[in-house]
């Protein structure tokens, strides 16, 4: 069925306007909290944010909606996306809920929703709910309204989780590392879990204001993170996102090292110590093709997705995976937890570089990424990629890379917008063939 609020990572947009107002979050905990209203227990929901200024007006609403069905309320304050999965299971809560827009500026937020066993919901389940949201909702009768606290401790809790994720025979002794929190969830926790494993910690990112989250910081703005590395001469730098479950590594000389080498890298180490699941990794089709020639070379397999961390994680849950992750920093470790969680894989980078004894720059480069293109094409309105011409020049992109590249077309899920990416051994072809395509899709869309 069409979805009228539910993206792929949660409800996201603008705040108030169109469904991120307090009226619509309210109706969010009021929906999702009759969709688990089961059994005869006492009800329970974890709420989480980021540091979003919006956040506080979206978690009070959210409470009004929670406790107006009968659940009790559990807030935590500003804490990572993998923070509030964990502390759902944890709790035993019924639905962990977590306030964030990601990656995206401040004036974004958005809504994720966690069920009992700290994965994310299901598309049935998120379907259910969706389609109560315009639906009057039975309330509890008075004596059954639910009550709210705040827990105190949750940070520890996080930290110690994180920290329990290191091999137990490494230490971070020595290693200077710069710790860019986006100005984001994992402002306190991370810095504070990496130095207590006994790192000399340059943290930055971390004075939230309410409008600064992911400004010139963290994942997708790595400037500040590499000049901060070159400049206090340190080993290696960390970058997260606002909500901390996606990271990008910086080298000791500055240089980028995606999700791609990421998962490269940790998919080789765990298959070499016996740990990796699945006979290899799972990525979405965004992925380099050089990451599926290093795997293949190591006798393990890329099993690809849609994009979307959700897809990945259902992929590794069907087929027994253990590694998964997408080439923007998403990394899953399900012996660690239930969804992307940026410090964790963090530390097994970490704990490969101090059993290496090497460089980060000699470690983390395990592959030369073949040259890859994305370009997108905005649209009017109509299915351009439904056009006979357009299928056309597609099928003879196909043909000429057939062998020796990929092509990937696909709608954008949350704007009319066509991406088109290519890629192959020859950067010059790849530019050809997405530059045909995209004329062949402006033509159409004309």
């Known amino acids: 069925m069409g979805r009228k609020y539910f993206g792929t990572d949660g409800i996201r947009g603008k705040t108030n306007a169109g469904a991120m107002t307090a009226a619509m979050a309210m109706k969010v905990g009021q929906a999702a909290g009759t969709h688990f209203l089961r059994g005869s227990h006492k009800h329970r929901v974890v709420i989480g944010k980021d540091t979003r200024l919006s956040g506080y007006m979206l978690e009070n609403a959210l409470v009004a909606g929670f406790t107006s069905v009968g659940m009790d309320v559990v807030l935590t304050g ?41 994965f994310k919901l299901s598309d049935e389940a998120e379907e259910a709910i969706e389609a109560m949201l315009d639906a009057d909702l039975p309330l509890a009768p008075s004596p059954q309204i639910g009550r709210a606290r705040r827990i105190d401790d949750v940070r520890g809790r996080y930290i110690h989780a994180v920290k329990s994720s290191l091999p137990d025979d490494v230490r971070l002794d020595g290693l200077k590392i710069v710790v860019d929190c986006a100005n984001g969830a994992a402002y306190q926790v991370a810095p504070s879990a990496i130095w207590e494993l006994g790192a000399e910690v340059v943290a930055v990112g971390v004075q939230p204001n309410g409008t600064n989250i992911n400004d010139r910081c963290g994942s997708t703005h790595l400037e500040l993170v590499k000049e901060t590395v070159v400049a206090s001469g340190a080993q290696i730098g960390i970058a997260l996102d606002g909500d901390a479950d996606r990271l990008i590594v910086v080298d000791e000389r500055g240089q980028t090292v995606d999700g791609d080498q990421i998962m490269a890298l940790i998919g080789s180490q765990w298959a070499q110590q016996g740990r990796l699941r699945g006979g290899g990794v799972v990525a979405t089709v965004m992925s ?159």
């Open 78 to 118: 500003p804490l990572p996306t993998p923070a509030i999965a964990m502390l759902t299971r944890e709790l035993r809560a019924d639905v962990g809920v977590m306030i964030s827009a990601s990656h995206n500026p401040y004036e974004d937020n958005g809504i994720k929703l966690f069920g009992p066993d700290g």
């Open 288 to 446: 380099n093709l050089g990451l599926e020639r290093f795997l293949q070379g190591q006798g393990l397999d890329l099993v690809r997705t849609k994009v979307g961390d959700r897809h990945v994680l259902e992929a590794m849950k069907a087929q027994g995976y253990n590694v998964g992750g997408e080439q923007s920093g998403h990394m899953i470790l399900l012996d660690h937890a239930t969804t992307g969680d940026g410090t964790v894989a963090a530390l097994q980078v970490l704990a490969a570089l101090v059993r290496s004894g090497k460089q980060a720059s000699e470690l983390l480069h395990l592959f030369d990424p073949v040259p890859q293109l994305l370009k997108n094409v905005r649209f009017a309105g109509g299915k351009p990629l439904d056009d006979a011409r357009v299928q056309a020049v597609i099928a003879g992109a196909e043909a000429q890379l057939a062998g020796k590249g990929r092509l990937v077309i696909r709608p954008s899920g949350t704007e009319p917008v066509i991406r088109v990416m290519a890629e192959g051994d020859d950067a010059g072809e790849v530019e050809q063939v997405v530059d045909a395509i995209c004329d062949a899709v402006k033509e159409a869309a004309a």
